[in-house]
Structure formats: C-alpha cells, structure tokens
C-alpha cells in the first residue's frame, strides 16, 4: 500500500527497474520481446510520475 512512509523506496524501485528494462530493451532481438519490454516500461514510468506527483503533493522532496 502506498503511503507517506514508502513512497520514496517505491520510486526508487521502479526507477531501477526502468532502468534494467530499458538495458534488456537494447539487447533483445525479437520484436514481440521488445514490444512487451516497452509495454512493462511505459506502465512503470505511468505509474512512477503518479507515484512522484502525489509525493510533491504530500511535500516529500523526491
């Protein structure tokens, strides 16, 4: 559950595995790999600016 508490630890989780995503991206060769890799990254990025607008809406410096 998202909460004042662990919002912070859960950006910076999604973050990382944005990141790992975005390496394994550059290195797949089928197109159907590259298109669920894009699909679990644009969900991840979806989520992290929500994630981040509601931690500057509580005043947490993210």
Known sequence: MLNKS????????HEKEMSEIRIEIMKADSDIA?????????????NCYRYKLQANAWGIEV
């Open 6 to 13: 662990n919002i912070v630890e859960i950006i910076k989780d």
């Open 34 to 46: 590259k298109r669920a890799l894009k699909d679990k990254l644009n969900f991840l990025e979806d």
